[in-house]
């Protein structure tokens, strides 16, 4: 598998239908400080969606360049976002990724900041008090034109496209999320102080992997140079063969 210039790879995983025989080889993917983190779990859907999503990481940086999966470290930045360390000779990859109940993903460019957010539509959320409290006033005053059977939709597109942002910039909360907004149709971002940037610098995409999950990406690249975006389910035969 190779990336070309302008391509982002999207790839999600499903945690439903791995099997408890394929659990512990997925788990032979990750690093020393992976595995202990994961057994420090509660519980253990959110251990195997965090073994699912580091596991489908480094199966994915692997297929890219053949090193073995377990060797990839990666730096934290000043907010926590994880970027792979690459040795001499290597191409230059970013990733980000993401996990929610049920769905792993993982998003990768060839040197592009890059963002990916994946939520599960069925949380139990009080949508209209956290968009109050987090989204833009004009996101908010979407949300409520919108008839009632589309607030989950609507709400979740808003959420995973700014987090998809912020993770992308990779400042997390640190970033005042009512200093940019969204439009979804068309698809566009804007900013006000205090967060200077360029909406004609980013291209955003909106996916639907299943019934259950919705995902957002974000890439800081201008919209001349459109984006060649794969996005698909990940072959887990292909990452337990990685296990081998
Ligand atoms: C940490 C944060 C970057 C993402 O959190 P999240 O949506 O709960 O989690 P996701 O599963 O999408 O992403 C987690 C992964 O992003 C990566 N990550 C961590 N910090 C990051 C950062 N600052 N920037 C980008 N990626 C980051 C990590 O790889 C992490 O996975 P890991 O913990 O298994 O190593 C941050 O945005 C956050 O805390 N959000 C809270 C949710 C919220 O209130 N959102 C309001 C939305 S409108």
Redesign the pocket.
Known sequence: MMLRENEVLLLWLPTEPIGEADWPKLRRLLDEA?RA?ADRFHFERDRQV?TA??AL?RGTLSELTGRAPQDWR?E??E????EAIRRPGEPPLRV?????RGLAAVAVTLGREV?????WLERDNAILN??GR??APAECAYLLSRPAAEATDTFFA??TL??AY?????????LP?DAFAFTLDPLAVSFVPPIEDDPASWQFQRFRPGPAHVAALGVRQPAEAPLEVTARPAGLDALLALAG
Do not use: C, Q
């Open positions: 992976e983190r965090y999503a580091h990481l990666f934290v930045g907010h926590g976002k994880p980000n990724i993401s996990h929610t963002g990916v957010d994946v939520e956290i968009a987090y989204f808003f959420w700014k987090e912020i993770k992308a910039v990779g400042k997390g909360l640190s999320l």
